[in-house]
């Protein structure tokens, strides 16, 4: 049975949650995927780093109550040592889930950066890395002969990027279009039922949709960068946030949204891509009345879509999750299934040569 | 580069569009498959058979007019002879796009056995042979080392077998609902408009969105056949048709479809299965009053969408077409891409062993 090794950077929510699947679900995962998973370092910014070659108890390690730390146990250190945890590790595969500054990707993009220079695949649920560093850690894995995944940077689990890349052989996506935000999805559509802005917003902090600092969210630069991904990664662009106008939920009325809704629109924050006849990208966030026909139309409260527009097939959409700390663990479970695939067809192709 | 000599059976619609597509974008696809596709047989009830060996002229073909016959062609005959063509032709793979009899599948059960028995893949849109004797032909592909793929079966060219048994690798889908019918889809989007049902019958009769005589599509046979194929091939399942519940759309009034609407429901034609606690399935087709925040709820006109429920990601669901000939005639390209992906792995396993 193959094993793959993982070093999990940032031990919150997300990478908490994949632990507890590792955990909980042991060799029935294993006998579902037809390899191991096991855990060999973990570096968190209160718990510190943790290094065990032979694999780590997670059950013990998730089970520390709130001020333990890393440096009571064998391999611990009190502080998280990122670079030296990646850099020196045993582990194959480095799981980053931290967090990303939305103007240079910081400190992601050096987690990545660090993983694929020493070696080792890498699976993130950062939209950082992927939107501002993505084409330049896509050249480094290739020549480092190493994977680069990150499904989650888009629609948390459902798969989006994979779904293009594996269900579309043999026809051409012209656009993407997108409600890739389930907070301003879940505001708008409290503001139909006649909700002045600022009370949805409260709403939905309230429900934990919503952080206290919701303008990323409502004035679109979440959605922007998720732009970037599709962009580049579905259209094959290879544009920046800079080339995505933008304008978010405050362009709009609740007059306008109320209006619609009686016209039989509905008002949706829409991230766009379209390649263009030239080949160059026209892209945007900005919302949009859209009328209830439209495949986005029918998206309701946190889930979200991407509705891909096709030469053989027109529209075909795929909506999901777009958050949570399961559905996003799972997104960096299918990137390990991705990375073990692919570390098969190597080995075939090696083989065969 | 590699090359698939394909036999078409049946030249009506679906299998003159995939022509189409081989003949009109050539090379280009041929690069961007990676394999090159070539048309060696044809059979048609009216046209007759053509058996080419050296590849057919697809644009000579696909010009001849009406009352034309392959008998004046060389390697062409007056008569269909589908089984001597399917035994005989030269091709390593079997287009099947015929007809279904609903009741037993014929004649394209037989086509499809016919094809596995002298060792041909095949790739069918028919129903019949999936949802009827799905089980039997699976086996014999297995027997045969040969590829059985329809994924134009259940919603044309939107992939929907194909994503979850990709896209859903470490998770468990626990059940499946699927607006599976555009007909019926349309016609309750057109009583929701305040319509009586014969109305908005005639009126998608003349958008040619329904057949002559809809009943299949509206009382729910159509739906239960391809509910049978989700819950087999989805849910790992080993139903008939006799084991899916059907109540079709003459079970609602046209004030039922108003109230709803006024209510903040839709009524839709839902096929479902679901995997009980015991591991046995439970199904049905059956009209639904859906909240407007159900995914299918949004699911408008002659689109089609299949919801799946999920242990880990909750509910993703797929929406796009579900009939066309240029859709259907994806289909089986995607069909063909994955039997070259089939073979390509083959050759790397026997290198490998």
Do not use: C
């Not at 949650?17 to 390899?35: K, M, V, W, Y």
């Not at 689990?157 to 999805?185: C, D, H, K, W, Y």
């Not at 016209?263 to 966030?285: C, E, F, M, P, Y």
Request: glycine content about 12%; proline content about 4%.
């Amino acid at each position: 049975m193959e094993r793959h090794d993982l070093a999990l950077i940032g031990f919150g929510g997300v990478n908490r949650a994949l632990a507890e699947l590792i955990s909980d679900r042991g060799s029935a995962l294993t006998d579902q995927l037809g390899f191991e998973l096991r855990v060999v370092a973990i570096t968190d910014l209160r718990l510190g780093s943790l290094m065990q070659a032979d694999g780590i108890d997670l059950a013990q390690v998730l089970a520390l109550g709130p001020g333990a730390s890393f440096a009571s146990l064998p391999g611990g250190h009190p502080e998280p040592r990122n670079e030296v945890v990646i850099r020196n590790t045993t582990a194959d595969t480095v799981v980053e889930a931290t967090f990303t500054n939305p103007v240079d990707g910081e400190p992601a993009v050096s987690h990545v950066r660090w993983a694929i220079e020493s070696g080792r695949n890498v699976t993130t649920t950062n939209k950082g890395p992927v939107a501002l560093a993505g084409t330049e850690l896509r050249a480094l894995a290739e020549a480092h002969g190493v994977r680069f995944e990150h499904e989650g940077a888009v629609m948390s689990g459902t798969p989006v990027l994979r779904f293009a890349e594996r269900m579309f052989a043999g026809l051409r996506v012209e656009g993407v279009q997108g409600i890739l935000n389930g907070t301003s999805n879940y505001v708008l559509g409290r503001m139909e039922d006649g909700l002045a802005l600022a009370d949805a917003v409260a709403e939905a902090q309230q429900l934990g949709y919503a952080e206290a600092d919701p303008t990323a969210d409502l004035e679109g630069s979440d959605v922007q960068l998720k732009v970037v991904i599709l962009a580049n990664e579905v259209l094959g662009g290879s544009i920046t946030t800079a080339d995505v106008t933008r304008r978010g939920l405050s362009t709009v009325s609740a007059g306008d949204i109320v209006d619609a809704a009686a016209q039989g629109r509905r008002w949706k924050l829409i991230g766009s891509a379209r390649r263009d006849a030239d080949g160059s990208i026209t892209a945007s966030v900005e919302p949009v009345a859209l009328p209830l026909e439209h495949p986005l139309a029918g998206i309701s409260g946190p889930t979200n879509a991407v509705a891909f527009d096709t030469d053989l097939l027109g529209t075909v959409t795929v909506s999901g999750p777009g958050a949570g700390r399961i559905e996003t663990a799972y997104a960096l479970l299918s990137d390990l299934i991705a990375i073990d695939a692919g570390r098969r067809a190597t080995v075939g192709e090696a083989a065969h040569a």
